[in-house]
Each structure stands twice: as structure tokens, then as C-alpha cells.
T-cell receptor, first 115, second 111 residues
């Protein structure tokens, strides 16, 4: 297992288009997180899953954003009707319970550019 | 979430120790102090965490003030590969799943 993987690594789209990103966590990690990072800022939490259940969503996650983790393994993050303000790095992380302070392992991110 | 304050940037010479400070005056008794770092063009990676006692691992040491209102991440012998943004994060022991990143400290290593 080589760690958390994300695809694609880069995505350029036109405003108004829909995009979908995929995250494959470390196997047997039952928690999966999505973060967004804009230039010069630290990552901001978007949402997290425990197995297939989405347990928390940030107010940053507008109605245009949806995340799924259908079988408790990989996850997808979809952005509908993209806007230029959605341009950012989208990071995925995974961790293993039960330790609530267990470290999160991050993927390399998907960089989205909305033209 | 309790807030942390870090210098925006620091510089250090290669092969010298680096002390990265973090202030967290509103820390609660159940907050763990975590440090992550983000190398250029990569996702963040865990460095170390602690509660009250000083901690050491293969990457770094964490010195925690007695009143827990500040902490210092210590890199004992900085290399060029340690150039990164370092984030000090407070994380509640009980169920706070998300990591709340600030803007961190950008560490530059001078060859």
C-alpha cells in the first residue's frame, strides 16, 4: 500500500461544468476526509466519512458540492456548476479508528482550475 | 476550536537546530497539540503530537510549556528537505475529527 491516492492530479474546467474527483484511502482506514486549500492558506475541512456514513459537513460545502463513499472504500467529491472561486487544491486524507487523535494521512491532492 | 498563533516565516541554516514556536493560550485540558508539515506540492504530513509531556520521535521533538499555553517544535538538525510549511493544530481528545489548520510557519533552510 503506497498511501492515499487521488485522481486526477490536475483538472482544468470551464465555469459551469461539473467535475468529479476520486480518493482512494489507505486500505483498512475507515475514516476519510476532504479538505480544500487555496493559495497561501492552510487546508480547510469540508467533510468526513466513517465507513460509508458521512458524519460531518462544513458550511463551506455548498449545495453544489456532494461527496460519497458508497462502499466505505474510495470516495468521490463532485462539484456541480463550477465557479471560479472553486479553484483550489482538494485534499483527501484517511485515518484509522479508534484513536480519535490518530494521525491523518494525506494524498497529494487534486488541483482544480476553473476558467 | 481553540486558536493557535505561529510566525508567518522563519529561516534557518542547514544542519543547525530549528525551534518553531506556537502559542495556544486558550487551550483546553483535553486538547492535544499536533504538528503537521506540508512540503512543496504535497499534502500535509503528520510530524508529532503531545498532551502535556515533551515528546520525541524520529522526525522531531515537541516541547510543551508547563502551563500548556505554548509549545515548540524542534528539528534537531535541519536539512534542505525540511523546508516546508509547519502547522500547529489543537485537536480535542474527544471526537473532534477535523484538523483546523491556520496559515502555519513557512520554514526556509539556507544551504
Amino acid at each position: 500500500d503506497t498511501g492515499v491516492s487521488q485522481n486526477p492530479r490536475h483538472k482544468i474546467t470551464k465555469r459551469g461544468q461539473n467535475v468529479t474527483f476520486r480518493c482512494d484511502p489507505i486500505s483498512e482506514h475507515n475514516r476519510l476526509y476532504w479538505y480544500r486549500q487555496t493559495l497561501g492558506q492552510g487546508p480547510e475541512f469540508l467533510t468526513y466519512f466513517q465507513n460509508e456514513a458521512q458524519l460531518e459537513k462544513s458550511r463551506l460545502l455548498s449545495d453544489r458540492f456532494s461527496a460519497e463513499r458508497p462502499k466505505g472504500s474510495f470516495s468521490t467529491l463532485e462539484i456541480q456548476r463550477t465557479e471560479q472561486g472553486d479553484s483550489a487544491m482538494y485534499l483527501c486524507a484517511s485515518s484509522h479508528t479508534p484513536d480519535s487523535y490518530n494521525e491523518q494521512f494525506f494524498g497529494p491532492g487534486t488541483r482544480l482550475t476553473v476558467l | 476550536d481553540a486558536k493557535t498563533t505561529q510566525p508567518n516565516s522563519m529561516e534557518s541554516n542547514e544542519e543547525e537546530p530549528v525551534h518553531l514556536p506556537c502559542n495556544h493560550s486558550t487551550i483546553s485540558g483535553t486538547d492535544y497539540i499536533h504538528w503537521y508539515r506540508q512540503l512543496p506540492s504535497q499534502g500535509p504530513e503528520y510530524v508529532i503530537h503531545g498532551l502535556t509531556s515533551n515528546v520525541n520521535n524520529r522526525m522531531a521533538s515537541l516541547a510543551i510549556a508547563e502551563d500548556r499555553k505554548s509549545s515548540t517544535l524542534i528539528l534537531h538538525r535541519a536539512t534542505l528537505r525540511d523546508a516546508a510549511v509547519y502547522y500547529c493544530i489543537l485537536r480535542d481528545e474527544f471526537g473532534n475529527e477535523k484538523l483546523t489548520f491556520g496559515t502555519g510557519t513557512r520554514l526556509t533552510i539556507i544551504p
